[in-house]
């Protein structure tokens, strides 16, 4: 993208931060047309599942489409003829690759698979300006009084992103590409992995200091923990909490503990900056860039007000590799009430995708948090597993379930699951913990058809 392009996407989407919602509408609207014209047009995939839907059609006469679908039919659905998914996935099989751009051009983000299925998502050009834009429209203005603008100087900017490493996940591999592509990134730009044992995180964010703080929300609440004891002596400006759901009590906690702004990011890899807290506490849903459709199991609206089975989402912004009512897997709930804020963009929230944390005792007797998006990658990093749900059945077991990928075989994979997980939970001084099998594969959840992957059957 030109840089006048670039400027003038970036001075619209500011601009809409005080639209009506009028005006907001009129540009979703506009988006969508053009979105749709250009799906049905240049996606040979699109072109055909909508073959029977007249043009000018309203959206909700679009058949929906998902993660398994647009896996399946890949190189029908990118626009762009040079990106075929066997090129793709060697690329994203290829770890000294996390941060490039695909053919030099595209970002490239992978999914851990939670609805049962890794996807490959390639952006565009457009689409990497709007995850950024979107989400500073919201936060830049929280960060001008006096005392954030201060400890942005102190702590020169550095920013922290706990996330998980070791693939091509939006959150690291973004960060490692703004790290290759800018001066400013690779000073200021550091990742820290939730796996580490609590007490080295935080040592090496003490070390650090990180003016802007983001990542896992589970994470976060245990950081929080530490500063309140003291072993943890940090100031950031800014923490967002993101990938995970989290409790206003959570976020308040957070306040009070780091003295900051808090703002809640809702997000997928596959449309990241989807909603934004305000200084209200209020998830907003950034209708002009993507249209957010809350729906039932049958694909049906659900009333504002009542949590939905699904969402369905359309990007606005990525014509490389459309995404057109799309379910997404997350429940939400829109709301009709104006946010005291005075922003006209709508009110949502987020339910489920959040694993438990699991306490544990060391061998020393300390209880130590064993975060869930951690100890599920330790598993899903073994060759030849496909998908994997870990339990805590007694105080000192884990059962897994798991399946593997077509010829590799169950017992050698459940050899290696099990030597890595019990050496997981030793770099946290953890030793009498027993890991069995479980008699059953992976099961989804009734409700949301979704693969949760950590959990307690104990009240921890």
């Not at 003038?8 to 009028?22: F, N």
């Not at 398994?68 to 998914?85: G, N, P, Q, R, Y």
């Not at 007797?365 to 100890?375: K, R, W």
């Not at 399946?403 to 290696?416: L, M, N, R």
Request: with cysteine; charged share 25%; net charge negative.
């Amino acid at each position: 993208m030109k840089p006048i392009e670039r400027g003038k996407v970036t001075l619209d989407a500011w601009r809409a931060r005080g639209a009506t919602r009028a005006e907001i509408e009129a540009r979703q609207r506009r988006r969508l047309a053009e979105m749709l014209s250009f799906a049905r047009r240049q996606s040979r995939f699109y072109k055909q599942h909508y073959a029977d839907v007249p043009e000018g059609s309203d959206l909700t006469q679009y058949p929906p489409v998902t993660k398994s679908m647009l896996m399946e039919h890949f190189d029908d659905v990118v626009t762009d003829t040079a990106i075929t998914k066997a090129e793709i996935d060697a690329f994203v099989a290829d770890e000294t690759k996390i941060g490039e751009r695909y053919l030099g051009m595209y970002p490239v983000w992978t999914t851990s698979g939670t609805t049962g299925e890794p996807g490959i998502f390639v952006q565009d050009e457009t689409a990497w300006t709007i995850s950024d834009v979107l989400g500073d429209r919201w936060i830049v203005p929280a960060m001008v009084g006096i005392s954030p603008l201060s400890k942005l100087v102190t702590q020169n900017l550095r920013i922290a992103l706990i996330a998980v490493s070791g693939g091509h996940f939006a959150g690291a591999a973004g960060l490692e590409m703004m790290r290759r592509e800018s001066i400013y990134g690779e000073r200021r730009l550091r990742l820290f992995s939730p796996k580490s044992p609590i007490d080295d995180l935080i040592s090496a964010l003490n070390q650090y200091q990180p003016a802007i703080l983001e990542g896992y929300s589970t994470v976060f609440v245990e950081l929080a923990r530490g500063q309140q004891d003291g072993r943890l002596d940090i100031s950031p400006a800014l923490v967002l909490p993101t990938a995970e759901p989290i409790s206003e009590t959570q976020k308040q906690r957070l306040r009070d503990s780091f003295d900051c702004v808090v703002r809640e990011l809702y997000g997928a890899t596959e449309f990241v900056p989807i909603a934004v807290e305000c200084e209200h506490g209020n998830l907003h849903a950034n209708i002009d860039w993507v249209v957010v459709e809350p729906v039932d199991e049958n694909y049906q609206p659900v009333e504002r007000g009542t949590p939905s089975d699904t969402v369905l989402i359309t990007s606005l912004s990525n014509r490389v590799q459309p995404l057109v009512r799309y379910d997404l897997g997350d429940s939400i709930t829109m709301y009709e009430e104006r946010c005291p804020c005075g922003s006209a963009f709508p009110i949502m929230e987020v339910g489920g995708r959040q694993g438990d944390v699991l306490q544990f005792e060391t061998d020393e007797g300390e209880a130590v948090p064993i975060f869930p998006l951690a100890l599920s990658s330790v598993v899903e990093e073994v060759p030849g597993v496909h998908r994997i749900q870990i339990i805590r059945t007694a105080p000192t077991t884990l059962q897994v379930r798991f399946d593997v990928t077509p010829g590799a075989t169950e017992e050698k994979v459940w050899k290696h699951i099990e030597r890595e997980l019990q050496s997981f939970l030793r770099t946290h001084g953890i030793s009498r913990v027993t890991v069995e099998t479980a008699s059953e594969p992976p099961q989804r959840e009734k409700r949301s058809e979704k693969f949760r992957h950590v959990w307690s059957e104990l009240e921890e």
